[in-house]
Each structure stands twice: as structure tokens, then as C-alpha cells.
């Protein structure tokens, strides 16, 4: 037996890590980044807003301006608490850790967000999976006799839902949360182009948690994630949170981005106006079927054994996408797109459009 095999936990060496793939010089629609910069004139206000950033200092570890800031401006109810994370993959994890018991499991329905089950592995938590129903809704019979058979110590639904798009159903929502016998995390990492929240059902559920991020909004290179939820949870999460997590410079931008939240909030508009757009678009090529989205992304099927080579075209021409063809069985012959914008969409449709004809 080799050091590494002695050494490393066989869980850990079983995984294949995230991968990122290349994206320079490609038009990145892979990774659902809203694809605006700041204008001109806040960017400079912007830059203004970090001079004198005393970056010999550590952070704030406990930065209450900008927690209140995230509380007032995504109507925290009253007796919750909100943490804050290095993008919400640190929060996953702070959570993962905290409930992995010797046994205890966390139970996803799928295919979802890759990361829940990745970070629940190397946690050392039990991964029990659902299949979602072919229409990519949640198969609430067969989630409520999972949780009775395995009786997770941990849940997460990403709603919406990550790469289908689309939104559960709100009444099997409930059911889930009242049935389990732990944590609920309900996952609105795309709220802003949903708009339907489970952020009222704290106050009735005191197991429940939301996650959020500012990542989907314009501010994917700062990482920040924040969960909300009852200070009985939260607080003991934080003893499990490496100190000064959160940086100067994501904390003093994250305020000024708050400070503007009604240009954030007019971007989204524009994409979720875009979307739709794109889903025509999409849905009008031979042999493509565009699923409804209420995220900043599209899933699309491509007709059978076209999905590889269309990736590939994609990327030939210059365009980055995700290719879920093999993930999961759900996802056969399946793309993931991001809305971009107008002329990056118009560039997308054209390429494919090209490809599924037979014209390059």
C-alpha cells in the first residue's frame, strides 16, 4: 500500500474534483455570471469607495453594517439571523460539517447543484439521492419515503433548481420541510429571476434555512453567500467558520453594490426579459426542446447522441456552454446555457442554428 493510500480517506480519492474548464477568449455562457459590468461612472465610484482600504489590517470578522445591509434588502423576518460566507460553497460546507455524525446522510433529489453532494462526501457525510420526476419536478411519494427510510439529517432543495431551471412545486416544498426530521437548506441562489421565496416559512419552520448569493446578481468575483435563518442554528455554524472570512474588499464592494441595488435589480429585469427571448429563439431550431426557466439559465435537449458534438461546435466557434449530456440519466443529450446579453444570445442561436442544420 502506497502513503497515499494509507493516509488519504478512500472517500476523498474516490471523488474527482470541480473542474472549471478554460474560458479565455471564448463568450462564457457556462457559468450563469450576469454578463454586465459596472458602467463607466460606478465603476469609478466603485474604485472610490476602496481607497484607504487598510489591507495591512484583517477584515472585520463580524462586519454588522454590511449583515444589516443583506438583512434590510432581502427582508430577513424578525428573530432571524443571517451569516455570512465565502460565496455560498463555504456555507454548504460549514453546514455539512456541523451535522456529519457517524450515519447521519444527506438526502438530495436529482439532478441538482454537483457541489451538494461533493462537499457532503468530503464532509463524510452518506449521499441518498431522488430522482426527480421526468418532468424535473420533485417525485414528493417517493422524497417522503426516503426521508422516513433514511431520516437525513440534512435536505437541500435548490428552487429553483440547478441545471433544470425550474421551480418546485411550492406545496411539495412544504411537504418536505414539515416531513424531515432535520435541517431543511432551501437554496434561492436565483431568487432575483424567480421571485417566489421561501423566506416567510421561517417563521413556521424552525429547521429551515435559506441560502443566498450575490454571485448570480453581477458580483460573482467577490464570493459572498449569506444563510439565513434562526440564531439557534446560525450561531452554532459560526464556530465552525474559519476567522476573517470574508475580505476587506469583497465587504467594502458588497456595500457599495448594496448601495445600488436598484441597478442590480434592473439588470435582472433585463436578463429575465432576455430569457425569454432566448427560450423562442431556442426552442424554434430543428429538434431542440428549451425547458421553462426561472433562473438566468436555460436546459436544453438536443435530438438524440447531438449534445457532445454540439459542445464541441459551440466551443469551435468560439462559445462556451455546459455540456450535462452523461450527468445524470435525466439529463441525456442536454445543454446548460446562461442568458447573456442580446448580441451574445443572437451569436448562440446562430452557431447552433449552424450546427444542427449541417451548415458548418
Known amino acids: 500500500m502506497s502513503r497515499l493510500e494509507a493516509v488519504l480517506r478512500p472517500e476523498i480519492r474516490a471523488l474527482s474534483a470541480y473542474h472549471v474548464p478554460p474560458a479565455a477568449g471564448l463568450l462564457k455562457l457556462d457559468a450563469m455570471e450576469n454578463p454586465y459590468r459596472w458602467p463607466g461612472e460606478l465603476e469609478d465610484a466603485w474604485l472610490a469607495s476602496l481607497r484607504g482600504a487598510e489591507l495591512n489590517r484583517y477584515p472585520l470578522p463580524h462586519p454588522a453594517d454590511l449583515v444589516q445591509a443583506l438583512a434590510r434588502q432581502a427582508g ?3 428573530g432571524c439571523e443571517l451569516l455570512l460566507g465565502n460565496g455560498s460553497d463555504e456555507l454548504i460546507q460549514l ?4 451535522v456529519a455524525r457517524p ?27 431522488v430522482p426527480l420526476r421526468a418532468d424535473f419536478g420533485l417525485d414528493l411519494p417517493a422524497m417522503l419515503a426516503a426521508i422516513a427510510q433514511h431520516r437525513p439529517a440534512l435536505i437541500y432543495l435548490a428552487c429553483p433548481n440547478n441545471p433544470t431551471a425550474g421551480l418546485f ?15 431543511v437548506v432551501v437554496d434561492e441562489a436565483y431568487f432575483p429571476f424567480a421571485g417566489r421565496s421561501v423566506l416567510p416559512w421561517l417563521l413556521e419552520f424552525e429547521h429551515l434555512l435559506v441560502l443566498r448569493t450575490l454571485s448570480k446578481v453581477g458580483l460573482a468575483g467577490l464570493r459572498l453567500g449569506y444563510l439565513i435563518g434562526h440564531g439557534q442554528w446560525l450561531r452554532e455554524f459560526d464556530k465552525a467558520r474559519l476567522p476573517y472570512n470574508i475580505n476587506t474588499l469583497t465587504q467594502l464592494s458588497a456595500q457599495f453594490a448594496l448601495a445600488h ?3 442590480l435589480a434592473g439588470e435582472a429585469a433585463r436578463i429575465r426579459a432576455d430569457r425569454a427571448q ?20 436555460i436546459l436544453l435537449r438536443l435530438p438524440a447522441g447531438r449534445a457532445p458534438g454540439a459542445h464541441e461546435a459551440l466551443r469551435r ?3 462556451l456552454v455546459k455540456n450535462v449530456h452523461g450527468s445524470h440519466p435525466l439529463l441525456a443529450d442536454c445543454l446548460r446555457v446562461t442568458v447573456g446579453t442580446a448580441a451574445e444570445n443572437d451569436a448562440l442561436l446562430a452557431a447552433l442554428a449552424a450546427h444542427l442544420t449541417g451548415t458548418t
Open 76 to 78: 430577513v423576518p424578525p
Open 95 to 98: 453546514i455539512d460539517l456541523c
Open 103 to 129: 450515519g447521519a446522510c444527506v438526502l438530495l433529489p436529482t439532478p441538482t447543484f454537483s457541489m451538494y453532494s461533493l462537499i457532503a462526501r468530503v464532509a463524510g457525510l452518506d449521499v441518498r439521492e
Open 169 to 183: 412545486d411550492v406545496d411539495a416544498v412544504r411537504a418536505v420541510i414539515a416531513a424531515a426530521p432535520g435541517l
Open 261 to 263: 441595488a436598484d441597478r
Open 278 to 297: 432566448l427560450l423562442a429563439g431556442l426552442g424554434a431550431l430543428p429538434g431542440v426542446t428549451a425547458y421553462p426557466s426561472d433562473t438566468n439559465f
Open 317 to 319: 466557434a468560439g462559445i
